[in-house]
């Protein structure tokens, strides 16, 4: 037999009724579950006199969850710890996470106990998991069924999930709004999107002294014929960003979400009736993910446009040929970047 003593202690077997040495040991079990043939650890006691292994009650709730887990873990599904972890990182109670998904009051009992949940409600919980901004939304939803206090504390808590990870879901949205692009290199100058190198182009312009006044709708600019440039020069862009032809001149697809992304050195400026988004990096930078050639791209591109005002810049680029040749708000493909004026 496969067994492992997890500890010994002196007690009244219940096996052999006397009163010796009685371990606690950890048996490899084999069993048939929903027709599908599961292994698991389960622990039992051990009677060396009688050679006997007997489980308790408490071993007994302990091993059928465990052999439910394994069933779980081989069908992709979370385990009753898993379940029980989602509410400790977000503070919630058994049943006020029920009241939050709209499910009945012991469901989630239930499933960190006893029963399997299904497909549905696995996903829905793994969404929760990594999710803080739908949690918020939903506790939004039921925030008169809760007690003030109780809100706040769970609302602080999803704030903070959702604050330190709030890079990650801004890059996922991006990337996934981006999906729809993969396949055509005119759209995306053969270059797969990466968004380490877009917040470093955009950091290398924002700390150069010879690019004046650089606010939003130069910055698009700036990033759209560093891209063009690369293509033209070397068959390739740079970032992989797709840019669309809007009426001020050439904008990356998702760009509100992009000056939001970590690291870029995004101020907002109050302009009276308007905001204006002005970007400047004091500091020393390093551009970890920007290679010499790219960097000497970036640097043609700032000694020919950088001392231009948001109006030259504009006016420049609605004389490219990539501009006249694309209808508005269509995209614009870099077999156009041969014309490039710069």
Not at 154 to 164: G, P, Q, R, S, V
Not at 297 to 309: A, E, N, P, Q, W
Request: glycine share 4%.
């Amino acid at each position: 037999m496969d067994m492992r003593i997890l500890k010994s202690e002196k007690k009244l077997c219940v096996s052999c009724m006397e009163e010796h040495e009685v371990k606690t040991v950890l048996v490899k079990e084999k069993n048939s579950f929903k027709n599908k043939k599961i292994e698991y650890d389960a622990v039992y006691t051990y009677c060396d006199i009688s050679d006997e292994l007997y489980a308790d009650e408490i071993q007994m709730q302990e091993n059928d969850i465990k052999l439910k887990n394994s069933y779980r873990r081989s069908e992709g599904l979370l385990t009753s710890e898993d379940i029980i972890n989602i509410r400790r990182k977000y503070g919630i109670t058994q049943s006020d996470l029920c009241t939050l998904l709209g499910w009945g009051a012991k469901t989630i009992t239930r499933y960190e106990s006893h029963q399997i949940q299904d497909k549905a409600h696995d996903t829905i919980l793994k969404k929760i998991d990594r999710d803080p901004e739908w949690f918020i939304s939903l506790l939004n939803e039921v925030k008169d069924d809760l007690p003030e206090s109780v809100y706040r504390k769970y609302l602080e808590n999803a704030t903070i999930l959702y604050e330190e990870n709030r890079d990650s879901y801004l890059r996922k949205a991006i990337e996934a709004n981006y999906a729809r692009f993969q396949g055509n290199a005119l759209f995306h100058g053969n270059t797969e999107l990466s968004l380490d190198k877009v917040v470093d182009v955009i950091r290398y312009f924002s700390a150069s002294h010879k690019i004046i006044s650089l606010y939003k709708v130069k910055l698009m600019k700036l990033l759209w014929y560093a891209d063009a440039l690369s293509y033209k020069k070397r068959g390739f862009a740079i970032t992989g960003l797709v840019y669309l032809a809007l009426p001020m001149g050439a904008v990356p697809v998702g760009h509100n979400s992009i000056i939001n992304l970590k690291d870029v050195p995004c101020e907002e400026v109050d302009m009276g009736e308007t905001n204006a988004y002005h970007f400047s990096l004091k500091e020393a930078a390093k551009f970890l993910f920007l290679s010499d050639d790219d960097k000497k791209i970036l640097d043609i591109v700032i000694k020919k446009l950088g001392k231009m005002t948001k109006n030259e810049i504009v006016e420049f680029m609605h004389n490219e040929q990539a501009y006249l040749k694309t209808p508005s708000r269509d995209v614009i493909q870099f077999k156009y970047t041969k014309s490039l004026q710069i």
